[in-house]
């Protein structure tokens, strides 16, 4: 029997709500919220990745989002050898502060979420590679184009 020729996606891609609405909010708490700016790639097994940066007051965070297909029982330690391996998180000191859980992206899809403490007021403790693109940017683009419709 001949198959149809169907593309079959390796590994899905990110699906989150765009953040174009760029704006700080603050918590119960009183603690600043601030979603910064996104950045996307695919890593070298052609998964696709979708970081978000954001920031509580003085702490500053990526979340790194990607399928967890064929990799979903991945321990701590062998997520971080992986973001190292694919060169996209660097770190400055020897303590690799990361937080990782299982969650669904808006196409209710299994992905990885891997938290990345980059900075806080006491110092530098990794980075991303690559160039983030900034929501409020994006926002201002976005006002541009609805004040040129009117």
């Not at 198959?3 to 390796?10: A, G, H, R, S, V």
């Not at 919220?33 to 996307?40: F, N, Q, R």
């Not at 694919?86 to 992905?111: A, G, T």
Request: with cysteine; net charge negative.
């Amino acid at each position: 029997m001949e198959q149809d020729n169907i593309l079959e996606i390796k590994y899905p891609h990110p699906h989150f709500k765009p953040q174009a609405n760029y704006s700080d909010e603050i918590d119960e708490e009183g603690c600043i919220d601030s979603d910064i700016g996104y950045l996307e790639g695919e890593f070298s097994d052609e998964r696709p990745y979708r970081v978000e940066y954001w920031a509580i007051d003085d702490v500053k965070m990526a979340t790194i989002y990607f399928s967890d297909r064929n990799i979903k029982k991945l321990q701590k330690e062998n997520l971080i050898k992986y973001l190292e391996e694919e060169h996209l998180v660097f770190w400055l000191q020897d303590r690799k502060n990361i937080q990782c859980r299982h969650i669904k992206d808006d196409l209710d899809i299994s992905m990885w979420a891997v938290n990345v403490k980059l900075c806080d007021a006491k110092g530098n403790y990794a980075y991303i590679k690559g160039e983030m693109i900034p929501y409020e940017s994006i926002s201002k683009k976005k006002n541009k184009a609805d004040n040129a419709e009117e």
